[in-house]
């Protein structure tokens, strides 16, 4: 079967990338070992957001782009995608300072368009309305606002969306072979054999291993950070929660109403091995319990968690430290003659609009 494009990997990025090349009229076929989203596009904090704490490493274009495809995603998907409000309480000696925090939030709202600007809670508000959080050492409450999403249907609903433009997706098709020759790239996935000129991986986390294992060339790498978030039974809170740790690290408590559950998360522990191996552990559990406790009124036990999930996100690699990482994305194109070869390293689910537009620019499709 001869296509215009391969795209391996079903996630958000091959997804909406997929829907951008198919709305110009491209054929395109769609390749995932799993199912359609089944990787890191499923088992995130389920947050669109621009990226608060990014500021402070001064990724301007990064947030601005980010609270852009968030503008456009609530519009796209209201029932999807909901601006939420975000409660993030500063307390005496964690994290930075209040005035750091106020600044930070006046830059995120200059960014946004003031869209939905932030505002200071009165401490007796939070008091009553956040019962379950400790008010010792409390400075001040600020409520800034992002966008929660169901990640998964989201990124189901690209997919269909693709799908409608004439896009074939193939699901549980591991990939067995990889040849380049004059006429394009030839795949081999079992018995199915699909060609093409143009050849994209957006395999996220296993970009890397996709490309060691068929020696496909590249300018960078990744490094693979992974977010491990435990659910308890009962909302905590009313709205999602935005703490930070004496490590100046962040942590989120976030209420699933449609379940009745909280998420807790997220960790952030570099992964040197192989993706598929990587798994929660009992120090992310204790990591999270542990920091959670510091402010909540009555302790979460280990009995109380009913279930674990870890997502690896595949951030460009850098040599700073995993706190200070961008999530800058970046576009790897090689062209062989009419054969091109597009690598997608790094992204994430807010991006995904932009990302996909820049993608089939880049490509000039």
Same mark, same amino acid.
């Given at each position: ?151 998964? *249907? /989201? +990124? ?8 409608? &433009?004439?896009? =074939? %997706? @193939? ?63 009962? *909302? /905590? +809170? ?8 004496? &490590?100046?690290? =962040? %942590? @989120? ?113």
């Amino acid at each position: 079967m001869k296509y215009d494009i391969i795209i391996i990997g079903a996630g958000i990025n091959g997804c909406a990338i997929a829907r951008e090349a198919a709305r110009l009229g491209k054929s395109v076929a769609i390749i995932d070992k799993q199912t359609i989203g089944s990787g890191t596009s499923s088992h995130s904090s389920r947050l669109i957001h621009g990226g608060l704490r990014y500021l402070e490493h001064g990724d301007f274009a990064l947030v601005k782009e980010a609270l852009h495809d968030r503008t456009r995603l609530i519009f796209a998907y209201p029932d999807l995608v909901v601006l939420r409000p975000f409660i993030l309480p500063v307390y005496t000696g964690l994290g930075r300072p209040w005035w750091i925090i106020k600044a930070g939030l006046y830059l995120y709202d200059l960014f946004s368009r003031f869209i939905a600007p932030h505002h200071v809670m009165e401490i007796d508000e939070f008091k009553t309305k956040f019962s379950a959080l400790k008010t010792k050492g409390l400075k001040k409450v600020f409520t800034y606002y992002d966008a929660k999403t169901d990640d998964l *249907l /989201l +990124t189901q609903t690209v997919a269909q969306e693709a799908q409608e &433009h004439g896009a =074939i %997706f @193939f699901e549980n098709s591991p990939i067995d072979e990889i040849k380049r020759h004059q006429d394009g790239y030839h795949i081999l996935c079992g018995e199915r054999q699909l060609q093409a000129s143009i050849l994209i991986n957006a395999t996220g986390p296993w970009i890397d291993e996709v490309n060691h294992r068929f020696t496909l060339p590249s300018r960078y790498k990744i490094s693979k950070v992974s977010g491990i978030h435990i659910v308890i039974n009962g *909302l /905590l +809170t009313t709205e999602p929660v935005f703490l930070q740790t004496d &490590h100046q690290r =962040i %942590f @989120f408590i976030i209420p699933e109403n449609k379940t009745n559950q909280t998420v807790i998360g997220t960790t952030e522990r570099n992964e040197t091995g192989e993706t598929d191996q990587v798994h929660v552990n009992e120090e992310d559990i204790n990591y999270l319990l542990s920091h959670a406790n510091h402010f909540l009124n009555t302790p979460l036990k280990h009995t109380d968690i009913i279930q674990t999930y870890i997502g690896i996100r595949p951030l460009v690699e850098s040599k700073q430290s995993m706190v200070k990482t961008s999530r800058e994305y970046q576009l790897d194109l090689h062209n062989f003659g009419e054969t091109k070869l597009l690598h997608i390293f790094g992204g994430k689910l807010t991006t995904h609009w932009s990302l996909a537009e820049k993608s089939v620019q880049l490509l000039r499709l």
